[in-house]
C-alpha cells in the first residue's frame, strides 16, 4: 500500500481526485487506515458517502468492493455460494456416479472445491491476491436486516469466513472497510462501537461551490455559484425531501447542458425536477423561484 | 470518582493543554471519557483503548485535529454529537482567566446529566452549575395511596375521572396485556414445507444421491411483526389522558418495536426516553426531555415535522401507525389534511385514536376532526381500559392483506 504518513496528505489526495472533504473527514480516514478499523459514514442522501469510499480506493491504488445492501441480504448474496447447477452437471459427467464410499468421497472433495465456488464480495474481500488490501464497500447497511448485522459484526472483528466444505478463510491482510448509512433506521451500537464513526454533513455554501466547480466543471463559474446557493437555500425550506449535493451537481450539470451561464426564474422553474423529487416540494418552491432567484444571485 | 481531575491552571497558555505529555495524557482521557458516560455516551473501555492509540497518530497541538480525533472514536451517532461538543469545551477548553464568577466557559454549552453527577462534575472540574445541567430536577410525582376498584370497573372507567391509585392499577392492566402487532412478510426466507423450490438445499441433497433430485426442498419468507409509530397528542387539552397514554406508550414499547413522539406545538421524539424498564423512570426522563408538555397544539405542523424529519427513518418495513389526540386544533385544517394525506401514503395503516369518542354524545365536530377522519384508516377511542385493549386486538388482526 502507498503508505499515508499525514491527515494533510489525505486531504490532499482527496482534493486530487476532485472530492471535496473537509478536515474532520480526512482525520477520520486517516485514523481508520492507521488504527485498521472501518469507517462508518453517516449522512442524508447524496452528500457523498459512498463517492468517499470509491475515492479513497483510488488514493491507496486499492480495488474497490462494493456490496450493496439491501432487506433480506442474506450469506448466499454476501459471502459465497455454491454453483449447484454445475456441480450436478459435474456428477452426472462423471458417469454412472460414484459407488464405492471411497469414489463418492473423492467426488465430493472435488465439487466442494473453489473451482464450483462462487464468491461473494465480503469473501472476495476477505480471499484474494491483490497486492494492495482492498476497500471493502458496505454501502447502505440500514436497509439490511438485523441478522446480517450480526454476522457483520462477527466478521469484522475477526476477518475470517468459515465455509464448511473448504475449511476457515482468514483474511491475509485486512481490508479498508467503509460502511455507509442514510439512518433509514438505527444501525445497532455493537456494529458502531466496532467502527470510527463520521457524520457528513451538507457543505456550507464556499464549500458547495468548490465541490461543483471540481465536480462539474462543464457549469461556468457564475452559474456554480448560483446553482450552489439556490439549494443552499432550497436547504432552509421545509421540504419532504432536501436535495443534496448529488442533486446540486445533477442540477448544474442540466443548466450547463441547456447552455446556461446564468440562472433565471424560467430556467429554475423548467429544471427544477433535478433537485426536487416530491410533487408537494415542487408546488411548494415554484411560487417562490423568482425570491429564491434574486436571493441566490445576490449570495 | 473524578475529583482528582481538576484541571491544574493552564491560563497563562491556552494551547499548553493540548501538548500534556502522554503520561498526564491518558488519565485526563480516561476521565473525559467518564464525563462522557455521564452525558449518556457509550465510552467503554474499547473506545478508550482506540483513542489512546488514535491519538499516537495526531499532533497533539493541532487543537481541531485533537477534536477530530476523539469525536470520530467516541461518537456513533449525529444525536450525540452536539453533547460530545459540549463536554470537550467543557472538558478540554482552559478555563478562561478573565471569566468572572459566574460567567460560563465552555462557550456557553451545557450537558444533560443526572443532577448528582453534575454536581459531581461542576466541582471536580470547577465550574459553574448552570453549566453542567440544563434542567432543575422534575417536581416529584404525588405518592400514590393504596385504593381498590374492582378490574372490570376499572376497565370501562375514563382515564379522566381516575385517581392516582387508579391510575397505577391501570398500568398494571396495561403492562400485562399481550401487546402484538400484526406481522408482514420480509424478505429473508426460511425453511418450509410450502412455498418456493430451494435450488440450494435441493441440489445440496441430490449430490449425495449422484446428482439426482430426489427430493425438493422449500422455503418461504419469514414473517415479522410490523413496526409500530406512536405519535401523541400532549397538549393543554388533552392534559388528563397525558400520563395515561405515556404508561400505555410504556407498556406497548416494552413488546414491541415502538417509536413514540409526543407533540403540543412541536414535535419531539420520546422513543429512548422510554426504554428505561421502570415506569416512573421513563415517565421522568420524558418530562425531562419533553418541554412541550400542555401548550396550544397545532396537529398539522406537528405532523408535518414528523413527515419531513422522521418519516423516512422510522416508517420503512411497513409501520402502523396511531395518531393520539382529540382533535382540537389551532391550526389551518387544510394543511393538517395534506400533511395526513402524505402520511398515509408512507405507512401500511393510520389509526387515529381520539379520547373524546368515547363521552357520549361525542361527534368528531371539532374543524380539525372533521377534516382529519376521511383521511384516516381507523378511528377508536382511547378513553378507558376496554378501548384500549380494542385496539390490541385491532393491531394483532392486521396482516398484510388487511385492506384499507
Known sequence: ????????EVEGRLRDRRYIGDRALATSIFLALQLKKPLFIEGEAGVGKTEAAKVMADVLGARLIRLQCYEGIDLAHAVYEWNYPRQLLHIRLMGEGPNSPTDRRTAEREIFSSEFLLRRPLLDAIDNDDEVPPVLLIDEIDRSDEEFEAFLLELLSEFQVS????GTITARQVPFVVITSNRTREVHDALKRRCLYHWIDYPDLDKEVEIVRARAPEAADGLAREVAALVQGLRGMDLYKVPGVAETLDWARSLAALGATRIDA???????????KYQEDLERVREQVPALVEKAQRA | MPDEERPESLGEDPSRIFSVAPPDLLPRLGAFARLLHDAGLEAGPRRVTDATRALNY?????EVDFRNALRAVFVSRKEDLPVFEAAFDIFWAP?????????IPGRGRSLPMAPERAKAWTEALGLNRSQMQREQPPAEFPASSSGYSAEELLRHKDFEEMTWAET???????????????????????????????LRRSARHAIRSSGELMTLFRRKPRVRRRPLVLICDVSGSMERYSRLLMIFAHAVSRREDLEAFVFSTRLTRITRLLRHRDLDRALDSVSKGVHDFSGGTRIGDALGDFNRKWARRVLGHGAVVIIVSDGWDRGDPEHLVAELVHLRRSAHRLIWLNPLLGSDGYEPLTRGMAAALPHCDDFLAAHNVAALEDLGRLLAGLDSRTSR
Open chain 2, 168 to 198: 397505577e392499577q391501570v398500568r398494571r392492566l396495561l403492562e400485562a396485556a399481550p401487546w402484538r402487532v400484526a406481522e408482514r412478510r420480509t424478505r429473508r426466507l426460511r425453511p418450509s414445507r410450502t412455498g418456493r423450490i430451494d
Open chain 2, 58 to 62: 495526531i499532533d497533539l497541538k493541532a
Open chain 2, 95 to 103: 478555563p478562561d482567566p478573565r471569566a468572572s464568577a459566574g460567567m
Open chain 1, 266 to 276: 424560467g430556467l429554475v422553474s423548467a429544471t427544477m425536477g433535478a433537485a426536487l
Open chain 1, 163 to 166: 465455509i464448511p466444505e473448504i
Open chain 1, 1 to 8: 500500500m502507498t503508505e499515508i504518513l499525514s491527515i494533510e
